[in-house]
Every structure is written in structure tokens, then in C-alpha cells.
């Protein structure tokens, strides 16, 4: 890695910041895909499991920025000022070490000051959480981590070598053997100081065994709610729209808004049930809707009616008043509408898990089983 002079560590506190800012982005996209994931192969959130994916996801996003960024503009002249060679011979920042310190000092606090050596150190640094996690949550040996290590390290030095695999015309950092070699060299001591990172869980036995779902938590019920409601609105608003376009109506934007929201709504709580068993939010969720009763079609009906037609008609009432009355009753109809949701998760919460719409409708939900996984 190269390094700006006079400004030894503060140049990675950019890099950092960078991948900090872009963990942020990545951790929202992937948060619910990864609860689903989580859900499904395991019926429940572990959150050991979970704080381990989230900090391996920032460490390696803070160690692809501190060896990529900042990135030069695209349209610059960076290859005409700054075309940089590979480095590599073996072990020249030692004598990189020792020439710049007989120019600026010897010593502990030179040696701190000393650009090769502190760009080595972070080198060193840069992978040492890698070997921590290989050996805590991966459970893997010494001689594997190290293999992986270096190919991690070895992707990151051909990325600078082939200047972002040719987005840019030329390297705008160093491909160093001598990177190549502190990486490996620090996943290996992360390795062995692995005991020592207890904040980092390691593996237990009971992860390898089959996936515990007996339990259906709220808040699995209400994520596959919550897909249930944006699935609707997605579906119903292009149903709408097309109408519209064939038919030639123009409607307001509320009233189509609420008729999006309304035929979504029977196409994803009624009529795919009635068809599949399950909702598209329960059937990411490996969930299955249970009927009960001689005629169980009439039970998903229902069930679909207890849990969202209170809420269209408040939204709706909502929405009629707002353009009548003042506003502040179309406010007290969203407000009622998350009164009537938090009303359906307590009771549910209380119920041990059976609330008023499965008690109302007569069904029920229940985890996926194996045999309608294969």
C-alpha cells in the first residue's frame, strides 16, 4: 500500500470511514434477506449467529476499503502522473525500514513514525480478524486458515496490480509481495490469539444440528406480514396502473393508491392461499396456512378479513376525510390503524402464539416440515 507523507495514520482513517458509510447501505439491503435466510434454514434468529455475519461483513468491507480507496476519478490523468510497478522482491521494507531511519531517526518512536515499517504493521493487521473468525466460527485449522488467507490477500494485490481488474488503464496502487506475505502472516496470528477474542462466539455443537422451528415468533409472523403488505401494494398498484392505461380512467392518487392496496391485498391473502396453502410472505417464512373445519376455504377468507380489512377501511376513511374535514382525523385513522396492529400482536403474544385471527377464522400456522422443504 502506498502512503501519504506526513500523514502516516491518518491516511486510514478515509478508508475506514468509507466502509463504515458503505456497510450502512449494505447491512439495510441485506438485513430482511438475511432474516428470511435465517428463518428458514433455522426457524429462528440466533443472534450469535447473526453478530457474527454483521462484524465479518464490516471487517471485510473496511479491509477492501483500506486497500482500494480513495479511488482516483475516472477521468482523470491518474496513468499519466502515477502508473505504479509491482514490488516484487521479497522482504524490501526492511531495508526500506532501515534507509528512511538513518535519515529520520532510530529508535521506538522513530520506528512509529517510520513509513515502511507502520505500512507493514497494518498489513499485518489489516487479515488478523480474518484468522480470528476462520478458527472461533469456522472451526477451521491452522494450515487451512493461512491457505485461505493468502487468497484472500492474493485477490486484494491483483485488484491493485490489474487496477480494479481494468476499470481503471493502469494500477493506481502497488501489487507488493511483501503485503502478500504480512497479510498471511497476521491471519496466522489471528489464528493463534483467536482464544483470546471472546467477543467474536465460537461454534457450538448445537449449530450443526437440524433446524429448530417449532416456535412461530411474532416477530416472524409480522415480517411475513410486513412482505405480505409490500407484495400487495406492488402487485395491486401495476394492476391498477395497467387498468387505467387500457380503461382510460384517471383516478386520484389516493384512490388509486387504496384500490392498488385493496385488489393486491385479495390477490396475496386470498386467492394465493386458496391456491398454495400460504401467503408469499408465509411461504418465504416457511410457513403454511392450516384450515380447520368442513369447509377451511371460508377460514382464509376470514383470517384475511380480520387482519386487513379494519386497517383499509380506517387508511381509507383516512383518506376520504383528509379532502372534507380538517387533517387531523386522516392522522387519527393512521393512528387507529397502528392501534389495531399492535392490538393483534399483543393478543397473539399473550395467546401463546394464537391470536384473533387464527382463533376468529379457525386456522392456524405451522412450520414448514422437512418433507415439504425436499
Same mark, same amino acid.
Given at each position: 500500500?502506498?502512503?501519504?507523507?506526513?500523514?502516516?495514520? $491518518?491516511?486510514?482513517?478515509?478508508?475506514?470511514?468509507?466502509?463504515?458509510?458503505?456497510?450502512? %447501505?449494505?447491512?439495510?439491503?441485506?438485513?430482511?434477506?438475511?432474516? !428470511?435466510? +435465517?428463518? =428458514?434454514?433455522?426457524?429462528? &434468529?440466533?443472534?450469535?449467529?447473526?453478530? &457474527?455475519?454483521?462484524?465479518?461483513?464490516?471487517?471485510?468491507?473496511?479491509?477492501?476499503?483500506?486497500?482500494?480507496?480513495?479511488?482516483? *476519478?475516472?477521468?482523470?490523468?491518474?496513468?499519466?502522473?502515477?502508473? &505504479?510497478?509491482?514490488?516484487?522482491?521479497?522482504?524490501?521494507?526492511?531495508?526500506?525500514? !532501515? #534507509?528512511?531511519?538513518?535519515?529520520?531517526? @532510530?529508535? +521506538?518512536?522513530?520506528?512509529?513514525?517510520?513509513?515502511?515499517? /507502520? %505500512? #507493514?504493521?497494518?498489513?499485518?493487521?489489516?487479515?488478523?480478524?480474518?484468522?480470528?473468525?476462520?478458527?472461533?466460527?469456522?472451526?477451521?485449522?491452522?494450515?487451512?486458515? @493461512?491457505?485461505?488467507?493468502?487468497?484472500?490477500?492474493?485477490?486484494?494485490?491483483?485488484?491493485?496490480?490489474?487496477?480494479?481488474?481494468?476499470?481503471? *488503464?493502469?494500477?493506481?496502487?502497488?501489487?507488493?509481495? *511483501?503485503?502478500?506475505?504480512?497479510?498471511?502472516?497476521?491471519?496466522?496470528?489471528?489464528?493463534?490469539?483467536?482464544?483470546?477474542? /471472546?467477543?467474536?462466539?465460537?461454534? #457450538?455443537?448445537?449449530?450443526?444440528?437440524?433446524?429448530?422451528?417449532?416456535?412461530?415468533?411474532?416477530?416472524?409472523?409480522?415480517?411475513?406480514?410486513?412482505?405480505?403488505?409490500?407484495?400487495?401494494?406492488?402487485?395491486?398498484?401495476?394492476?391498477?396502473?395497467?387498468?387505467?392505461?387500457?380503461?382510460? @380512467?384517471?383516478?386520484?392518487?389516493?384512490?388509486?393508491?387504496?384500490?392498488?392496496?385493496? @385488489?393486491?391485498?385479495?390477490?396475496?391473502? !386470498? /386467492?394465493?392461499? $386458496?391456491?398454495?396453502?400460504?401467503?408469499?410472505?408465509?411461504? +418465504?417464512?416457511?410457513?403454511?396456512?392450516?384450515?380447520?373445519?368442513? *369447509?377451511?376455504?371460508?377460514?382464509?377468507? !376470514?383470517?384475511?378479513?380480520? &387482519?386487513?380489512?379494519?386497517?383499509?377501511?380506517? +387508511?381509507?376513511?383516512?383518506?376520504?376525510?383528509?379532502?372534507?374535514?380538517?387533517?387531523?382525523?386522516?392522522?387519527?385513522?393512521?393512528?387507529?390503524?397502528?392501534?389495531?396492529?399492535?392490538?393483534?400482536?399483543?393478543?397473539?403474544? #399473550?395467546?401463546?402464539? %394464537?391470536?384473533?385471527?387464527?382463533?376468529?377464522?379457525?386456522?392456524?400456522? =405451522?412450520? =414448514?416440515?422437512?418433507?415439504?422443504?425436499?
Amino acid at each position: 500500500m502506498t502512503h501519504r507523507e506526513g500523514h502516516i495514520y $491518518l491516511q486510514y482513517a478515509e478508508p475506514i470511514g468509507s466502509g463504515l458509510k458503505i456497510f450502512i %447501505v449494505v447491512a439495510i439491503v441485506l438485513f430482511i434477506p438475511y432474516v !428470511i435466510h +435465517l428463518y =428458514r434454514r433455522y426457524g429462528r &434468529v440466533d443472534t450469535r449467529r447473526l453478530w &457474527v455475519s454483521a462484524s465479518f461483513l464490516l471487517f471485510m468491507i473496511c479491509a477492501w476499503a483500506l486497500v482500494l480507496m480513495p479511488f482516483p *476519478d475516472l477521468d482523470s490523468s491518474i496513468c499519466s502522473v502515477r502508473h &505504479v510497478n509491482a514490488q516484487l522482491v521479497p522482504f524490501q521494507w526492511v531495508s526500506d525500514t !532501515i #534507509r528512511i531511519a538513518e535519515k529520520q531517526g @532510530t529508535g +521506538l518512536t522513530g520506528l512509529w513514525r517510520n513509513p515502511a515499517f /507502520v %505500512v #507493514r504493521a497494518f498489513n499485518v493487521l489489516l487479515l488478523l480478524p480474518l484468522g480470528v473468525y476462520l478458527r472461533r466460527w469456522w472451526r477451521k485449522p491452522l494450515v487451512t486458515s @493461512t491457505f485461505i488467507a493468502f487468497g484472500v490477500s492474493l485477490a486484494f494485490e491483483l485488484t491493485q496490480w490489474t487496477g480494479v481488474w481494468g476499470l481503471y *488503464d493502469c494500477a493506481y496502487r502497488t501489487f507488493d509481495v *511483501d503485503d502478500l506475505m504480512a497479510n498471511t502472516a497476521g491471519a496466522a496470528l489471528g489464528w493463534f490469539l483467536a482464544p483470546l477474542v /471472546v467477543f467474536i462466539p465460537t461454534r #457450538r455443537q448445537s449449530d450443526e444440528l437440524e433446524p429448530v422451528n417449532e416456535v412461530i415468533t411474532i416477530p416472524r409472523r409480522l415480517l411475513a406480514a410486513l412482505i405480505d403488505y409490500l407484495v400487495a401494494t406492488t402487485v395491486g398498484g401495476i394492476g391498477v396502473a395497467v387498468a387505467n392505461v387500457i380503461t382510460g @380512467t384517471h383516478e386520484s392518487a389516493s384512490v388509486a393508491g387504496r384500490l392498488g392496496l385493496i @385488489t393486491g391485498l385479495l390477490l396475496v391473502t !386470498i /386467492v394465493i392461499p $386458496l391456491a398454495i396453502g400460504r401467503t408469499p410472505g408465509q411461504a +418465504l417464512l416457511g410457513l403454511v396456512l392450516v384450515p380447520s373445519g368442513d *369447509d377451511g376455504r371460508w377460514g382464509i377468507v !376470514i383470517r384475511a378479513a380480520v &387482519v386487513w380489512l379494519p386497517m383499509v377501511i380506517l +387508511l381509507s376513511v383516512g383518506d376520504a376525510t383528509s379532502q372534507l374535514v380538517p387533517s387531523a382525523i386522516s392522522i387519527v385513522g393512521s393512528l387507529l390503524t397502528l392501534v389495531w396492529i399492535l392490538y393483534l400482536t399483543i393478543a397473539t403474544a #399473550r395467546g401463546g402464539g %394464537v391470536g384473533p385471527a387464527d382463533r376468529w377464522s379457525g386456522t392456524s400456522l =405451522r412450520p =414448514r416440515s422437512a418433507k415439504e422443504w425436499a
